[in-house]
């Protein structure tokens, strides 16, 4: 995947990208907070994967009998100081119907349209039976995004949906994803592979 964090990822204020307006100490805590939102979504704790796992900052505090991080940028992944974790580059690495709970949080902003399809098939394509994957799509006037626009990414929310057997889209508030950010109106697939 070709993000915009690579080139960030090896400069000397590399924290200045994934630390803005907030301490290392808030950092950290709102890893906290976002793997207990995430852990209302976990039925089954046997693999979970953090798809876009940056320096692990969520996927340090999931409690899993596996954890798997995917993060293409690798200067990221060396951070990542998690040792009972698999570390991978590429979703493409983690074998199919091997996964019971996969998220990916603040990812789709960092990639292109086309990736963004291919990152959603991948997802499907890992869960196991029974399996559910998270999926946030970032979106309103934070993200310079109009009206309109605010009214496509809720389209393609659903439309990415239909890579699952069962899908809903639904405000991040719902989830209790809560943010500080002044404008952002996040929204969630959740999208659950059927047992057959």
Not at 47 to 53: E, H, I, L, M, N
Not at 132 to 160: D, F, S, V, W
């Amino acid at each position: 995947m070709n993000w915009d964090w690579d080139e960030l990822a090896g400069r000397d204020d590399w924290q200045d990208y994934i630390l803005p307006y907030r301490t290392e100490e808030q950092f950290w805590a709102e890893g906290l907070e976002q793997a207990k939102m995430l852990d209302k979504f976990i039925e089954r704790r046997e693999v979970v994967c953090d798809v876009g796992a940056g320096i692990g900052r969520v996927l340090r505090y999931i409690d899993a009998g596996r954890r798997i991080a995917v993060e293409p940028t690798s200067a990221f992944r060396e951070r990542i100081d998690l040792p009972d974790c698999l570390l991978l580059r590429d979703v493409s690495e983690v074998g199919s119907e091997t996964v019971d709970f996969a998220y990916c949080l603040m990812v789709y902003q960092h990639v292109g349209f086309s990736e963004q399809g291919r990152l959603t098939a991948e997802l499907a394509r890992m869960l196991a039976p029974g399996g559910k994957a998270l999926i946030q799509i970032p979106c309103g006037p934070h993200y310079k995004m109009n009206l309109r626009q605010i009214q496509e990414a809720t389209k393609l929310a659903a439309a990415y949906g239909t890579f699952f057997d069962d899908s809903r889209v639904f405000p991040g508030r719902l989830a209790g994803y809560e943010t500080d950010v002044e404008g952002s109106q996040e929204l969630f697939i959740l999208g659950t592979q059927s047992g057959a």
